[in-house]
């Protein structure tokens, strides 16, 4: 009191403090008015006006909007009242003003309290809104809690009663979480052995084979034709006891865990028991295929949907009834093939006794040819449905194989470069890539690249080039085998060339593309493809030209080379001297007169400064750095080094006494 009343203007400029019931008695009304207006301005702008920390303020409404919840929840409110409250507290997070973790609370609460007819379309909302839980903003803060209220509705439904809702929770798991994400995948390869599937195990308390008898106690007669076809079941042909039903179901067990199948009693059970069930399968075949899509049609026309099962039934009155089902038969087999899938595959977590004899490998692999013939007996669609399953059950492969691997990431991370990051060029200018001289050369970064890209200004008409053509005629690629088929040359038909398979093959590609008789028909038959060549060779030495009877010696093609030599060094002028390349005397010779104005000439050879500062530093003889310009000059610009280009460059460079004194020489 003392230092309030010394110091009465710091205790004006005092922040006021944050007071919890205050505030949350104001977010509370400020919560209802925001569900009347169906906005969050009223929130945003009580969560504005309230002094306190950020952190304080968004505590307080949090449990407001759970206040506000929970009293609706006691009034026995509409859903609807109670997904507005939830999509306020969306908005709000959205605005920044709650916790992300608040509508999740809020969804838990109610699903908690609620009965599950109500609990359906509470969900319903959950699963419509997958996108906004998957967003950076809900999914992090919020994934475990829905993964919690998820199982907790699991644990309340009845697997065989809500099998819809149950599988409609697992489909939005499915979407919301990715398929690396650990807590949906059964890493370890563990069975779900808590289901079991229960039946009559007391033979004193079956009934089966006394149908018949009470039938016939009875006396009940009926006439023929007093029922009528559609009314009628169709009798089993398989006499089924006790027997036969005991070991029927009792096969779910090795379903249900497939490791007693290594075991050498159970293994030895499991295979007597198989081999009755699926010799019933094999002699009771479904071929009613009629009735089948008559059923379906009925269904379709009463506007019914196929029911699914979750469990099986295992009432002894139904077995007869389920043997004629061809659903039914196809779950069985089906659970073969991924018992057998499982035995004969890779399994990381699988125990080292776990290995299959080759007495059992070798039975899997026959037993597995009869279910899949089985599949394809039974109607409708039999051999669809089988190619599917088989289709199915090769795609679980590579899922066995990426569990095997320990379930890496999908989404593959770019490497790190460890380069160091170098800085970036600027752009050049198209005049500066276009480079200089009357060439206009295109430069491509490399310098192999440049010289091959710059051997003609136009790639079009390179392609059209006389040098491009690398087809033989028809003159000079028959001409030996021509000489081989005159009489006069007497050469074996073994040595011939028609009679080389790969001489035949050029020859065929070659006469389509440039003769025609090879498309003309002809009414004459040939056995072999030397023959049908000896024939068109005939053809064409009456065709083509004969060859020039002028022999020339040796000497006088040597005489003729030497004149030519002559008379070409006297016709060339000195315009055709600039376009020669510079020997290696030359550039020498011109080194050594550069000296120090090889650094004056370099930028206009389009020599780089990273490149002159590199000659720099590798000798410091002023001469040799001339030489080393000149040479990387010339291996760069390949048939573009001419002396018309370097003298070029001497005048743009200012160095006319150089040129004049290179042009004497």
């Not at 249900?256 to 075949?285: A, D, G």
């Amino acid at each position: 009191e003392l230092f309030v009343s010394q110091n009465p203007l710091r205790c004006k400029m005092s922040p006021s403090m944050f007071r919890f019931v205050e505030a949350r008695e104001r977010f509370t009304n400020s919560t209802r008015d925001a569900l009347g207006s169906n906005s969050v301005k009223p929130l945003v702008t009580a969560f504005g006006q309230l002094p306190g920390s950020e952190t304080e303020k968004k505590t307080t409404l949090d449990q407001a909007i759970r206040g506000v919840l929970e009293e609706e929840i006691i009034e026995r409110a509409k859903c609807d009242d109670y997904l507005a409250i939830i999509s306020l507290s969306i908005s709000g997070v959205m605005e920044g003003i709650c916790s992300p973790s608040t509508p999740f609370l809020l969804l838990g609460d109610v699903l908690d309290c609620l009965p599950l007819d109500q609990c359906d379309r509470i969900f319903t909302f959950v699963e419509k809104n997958v996108t906004t839980w998957k967003s950076n903003t809900f999914y992090v803060a919020g994934k475990n809690y829905l993964l919690r209220m998820c199982n907790d509705l699991l644990r309340r439904l009845s697997k065989s009663q809500n099998t819809v809702f149950c599988g409609r929770i697992q489909l939005f798991l499915a979407r919301l979480f990715p398929l690396s994400e650990k807590s949906g995948l059964n890493l370890q390869s563990q069975f779900n052995l808590e289901n079991v599937t229960a039946y009559n195990t007391n033979e004193q308390e079956s009934t089966l084979g006394q149908k018949h008898l009470e039938d016939r106690d009875d006396g009940l007669e009926v006439e023929e034709g007093e029922m009528g076809e559609d009314d009628a079941h169709p009798t089993c042909s398989i006499p089924i006891d006790y027997n036969l039903y005991r070991k029927f179901w009792s096969l779910q067990d090795f379903f249900r865990n497939p490791i007693q199948c290594y075991e050498k009693v159970s293994w030895k059970t499991f295979l007597k028991h198989s081999e009755e069930v699926l010799t019933v399968f094999k002699s009771y075949k479904l071929d009613d295929t009629q009735a089948s899509k008559k059923k379906m049609e009925d269904a379709k026309k009463a506007g019914g949907e196929h029911v699914y099962f979750a469990k099986f039934l295992t009432s002894e009155k139904l077995m007869d009834l389920q043997l004629s089902d061809s659903n039914f038969r196809r779950h069985i087999l089906l659970q073969y093939l991924i018992l057998f899938q499982y035995l004969k595959g890779q399994v990381k977590f699988k125990s080292s006794n776990c290995i299959l004899t080759d007495e059992q490998s070798l039975w899997i692999e026959d037993t597995l040819k009869l279910v899949y013939q089985l599949l394809k007996e039974t109607p409708p669609d039999g051999d669809k449905f089988a190619k599917t399953i088989e289709h199915i059950l090769n795609t679980e492969e590579n899922w066995n194989t990426w569990k095997n691997e320990g379930c890496p990431s999908f989404v593959k991370e770019r490497p790190v470069d460890s380069k160091p990051l170098r800085t970036p060029r600027k752009r050049p200018a198209p005049e500066e890539f276009l480079g200089r001289g009357h060439h206009k050369k295109i430069l491509m970064g490399n310098e192999e690249l440049t010289r091959l890209w710059n051997l003609c200004p136009d790639n079009m008409e390179a392609c059209k080039l006389d040098g491009r053509e690398f087809m033989p005629s028809l003159e000079e690629f028959f001409e030996v085998a021509i000489e081989q088929a005159d009489p006069e040359s007497m050469v074996e038909n073994e040595y011939k060339v028609v009679n080389n398979s790969n001489y035949g093959w050029r020859a065929l590609r070659l006469l389509a593309r440039r003769s025609p008789h090879f498309f003309q028909p002809t009414n004459q038959q040939f056995k072999s493809l030397p023959e049908y060549l000896e024939n068109m060779v005939i053809k064409l030495a009456k065709e083509l030209p004969p060859p020039s009877e002028e022999i020339k010696t040796v000497e006088d093609d040597e005489d003729d080379e030497e004149n030519d030599a002559l008379l070409k060094e006297s016709n060339e002028s000195p315009e055709v001297n600039l376009h020669k390349h510079l020997t290696g005397e030359q550039i020498d010779s011109f080194a050594n007169r550069l000296g120090t104005h090889w650094r004056t000439l370099a930028p206009y050879l389009e020599m780089r400064e990273v490149d002159i500062r590199e000659i720099e530093s590798d000798v410091e003889d002023v001469k040799m750095r001339a030489k080393l310009l000149l040479v990387s000059w010339q291996d760069r610009e390949g048939q573009h080094a001419t002396l018309g280009e370097l003298l070029s460059s001497l005048n743009n460079a200012g160095l006319s006494e150089l040129t004049e004194s290179l042009g004497n020489d």
